[in-house]
């Protein structure tokens, strides 16, 4: 929506909050809005919509006493505005807010209207199919949901004289109150597991795979298992774990359901908002993704998809964990952040990409995490002791499990047997001794892994 819409609407969005913070008729204000279906992309300013749904969540806490200064003092970047809203003498009464309400569902339906006219003129211009116009026109039909940019630059001596403060720290040196995290790893890898370990170190403030956490409620968005063997491997967990199951770890049971991301903006993050849920697992993404509509393998689709995804991360205030599966094929000779299956965008936008690779020894697996924030950490080992994983120590990482059996030639030998200074093709084949033909197929694999390259005549590792 644009202001341009309605030249009072900025007028109207700042008179319908100022009658949201009256001290004796908020609750039955906002219970207008509510059964109008106002929400905060109704808001053309970008404050007023963050103070609406500050409100919403203050008041489905019980909070409607003292709201302007709890307001004030749970989020005071807004005080200014919220004395500016409480000051508005010509607003300090419900009697107009059936007005406000019905001019901003107003503008929101002119705008709409707008766009779907624009979209059904291209279609009659072009003759093409409206399913195809629509599919051209996703992030545009996108904007009917989420509020517009207010662009603020900050320049550089602002923004390092008064830095924003650190983050929350979920998990230690790795993932952030706001960040995006997604596990990968093969089929049957116990990846369910893996994330309930998480879900429950989170909320009880427990170490998980040797890494810190830092206590906070968590919502386990459960799309797969049957809520009796969630149960039970969860209480499994916590048993193996030493520990009483969380108070503050909550499970959604939703396998069955239809689940799309618009499902998860509207109702799940608003719910994770109202338990200040630090973190939120969706397990797994492939089936967020595919209800959303979003072909696995279309870059272009899961940008988009994966923009709201953050989007609904940001407004909810909370860190997101995906799990995810492998693609098919080898995936020892892949390069960790292109193991998960799909577009190559899911190896960019994660701040963290974790994956549990099959190792050589059995019953154990390969940890490796790429960081875009923290400092790098090392691949590690873990071996499976049901119901958890356990750091295995002595085990070599380099020693992921290649497909296949009985492998006398193995990639990753011939990378071992690389002089990290560099050699010439023919001093590789004469150093690890295999036929020419072997040589070239191995360093091949290698070289499409992204583990060697040639420059000038001259193999060296990446």
Known sequence: MSAAIDIDLEETSEALIS???LEDANAVNLRKCRESKIAARSFVNQEHSEIYR???TLHDKGISDGLQAEIIRQHPKHRDRIIQLTGIDSVQTSTHVAKYIRDLKDAESRHEIQVMSDLLGEQLKTGRDLRDVLADHKERIASLEIQPLRLSAISAAEICRTPPATPFPIVEGMLFRGGTMMLSAPSKGHKTYTALDLAVAVAAGRDWLGFKTTATPVLYVNLELPPFAASQRLKAICHSRGIEPPANLFLLNLRGKRVTVETLAREIMPYAKSINAGLVVIDPYYKLASVSGVEENSNDGQAIFLADLEAASAAGDCAIF???HFAKGDSGAKNSIDRASGGGVLARWPDVIGTLTEHETEECMVAEFHLRVYAPIPPF???WCCPVWIRQV????????????GDEHPARVLLEKLDPQGMTNSEWVKVVGWSATTHKNKRDQLESAGKVKCVMGV???C
């Open 381 to 383: 080992v873990v071996r």
């Open 54 to 56: 500050i409100i919403e």
């Open 322 to 324: 995906l799990l995810h």
């Open 394 to 405: 002595g085990e070599d990482p380099a020693k992921i499990k290649r497909a296949g059996r």
């Open 19 to 21: 009658c949201l913070l």
């Open 459 to 461: 193999w060296k590792p």
